[in-house]
């Protein structure tokens, strides 16, 4: 695959912070940079402030402090730049439903000010396999298709940086392999990616970074393969012979696991360390006549790291909940829409 991404920021965020009428601090200091030309994958539980982060870099919600650049340009000073910057493809869809598709793609385009592209517009419509469907009327579509039509609005104006909220949400799986494919395509023409997700599956796959948010606050920012390998784990699991009552005492200090049934050990390694101790593992067991007729290995998932931090922050005591990014806290909170005027 081609790599265009880039040490270059295209989107800076600043203590930005964002409490509502209510008393509810939906954000809170958070500081994030977003590189030019990658895809960023955001993760959190329900109500821990994707939505509304993405929200207020796309002017839909007003901050109450701190500051966003948007491809270089303030997201309040110079709104009408930044937001040309930017397409956004909301959770909800919401299109007029007796529209073509070829009108409301057109009329999106025009809305921020750019001149008529028929060409443009067919080659989006055309990669995302809409292009057949252009004349007909957007309620006669299936919940794909439409979800599509809302990409294609989002890509009309030329837009170098693209958020997805929640893209494949309700989707059938073919359809969430195709949108990937189409988001990859994007990437190698240079358009940064922003996609938040619950599909743990869909950032493991396609995500070169990943954030993750909790209670309004950036807890963690690593690339993703790095973050897999400092946060997951590998495994080996050795199928006994023989059922063990115990561990054996002669085994004591290697990191080992007895399952319930006594029929399997399970040894948990640093795969990147200078040694994984298997070799003097399998020799140890030799020499406490323990054998194994089968063995295997496996690795951590991202949705595993992401179930771990969870579990963490849930064991974590309330005055632990600023300290050092351990986990995140599973809690909904519902927040009102605020419009910008």
């Known amino acids: 695959m081609k790599e265009v991404a880039t040490t270059d920021t295209v989107i800076s965020v600043r203590r930005l912070g964002k409490t509502y009428a209510s008393g509810f601090q939906a954000l809170r200091g958070v500081d994030l940079d977003i590189r030019r030309g990658e895809i960023f994958a955001l993760l959190g539980p329900n109500g821990a402030g994707k939505t509304t982060l993405i929200s207020v870099i796309c002017g839909i919600v007003n901050a109450s402090e701190g500051s966003v650049l948007a491809d270089g340009h303030d997201i309040v000073r110079d ?81 170098t940086i693209l958020f997805l909220d929640e893209p494949t949400a309700g989707v059938d799986v073919e359809l969430r392999r195709d949108m990937w494919a189409m988001v990859r395509g994007l990437r190698e023409r240079g358009v940064t990616i922003i996609l938040t997700t619950h599909y743990i599956e869909e950032a493991e796959e396609m995500a070169d970074r990943i954030g993750v948010i909790s209670k309004g606050e950036i807890v963690l920012v690593e690339d993703k393969a790095v973050l897999m390998r400092k946060l997951g784990k590998k495994q080996l699991s050795l199928h006994l ?65 992401f179930v771990s931090l969870v579990h963490g922050a849930d064991r974590r005591p309330p005055s632990a909940a600023n300290s050092a990014p351990a986990g995140l806290a599973n809690r909904a909170e519902p927040v009102a829409e605020e419009r910008r005027g």
């Open 241 to 305: 012979q023989s059922p063990l009552t115990a561990i054996p005492a002669g085994l004591a200090g290697q990191n080992l696991e007895l399952s319930a049934d006594g029929l399997e050990l399970l040894y948990t390694f640093d795969a990147q360390g200078e040694g994984t101790g298997i070799a003097g593992l399998l020799k140890r067991l030799g020499e406490q006549g323990i054998d194994f007729k089968d063995l295997r290995t496996q690795e951590s998932s991202l949705e595993e790291i």
């Open 79 to 159: 709104y009408r730049a930044a937001r040309s910057a930017i397409g956004l493809v909301p959770q909800e869809l919401s299109t007029d439903a007796f529209e073509s598709v070829w009108d409301t793609v057109k009329f999106s385009r025009g809305l921020f000010g750019k001149p008529p592209d028929a060409a443009h517009l067919e080659k989006v419509l055309k990669d995302l396999s809409l292009w057949d469907k252009r004349a007909a009327r957007i309620r006669t579509l299936s919940g794909g298709m439409k979800r599509r039509v809302m990409i294609a609005k989002a890509l009309s104006h030329e837009p």
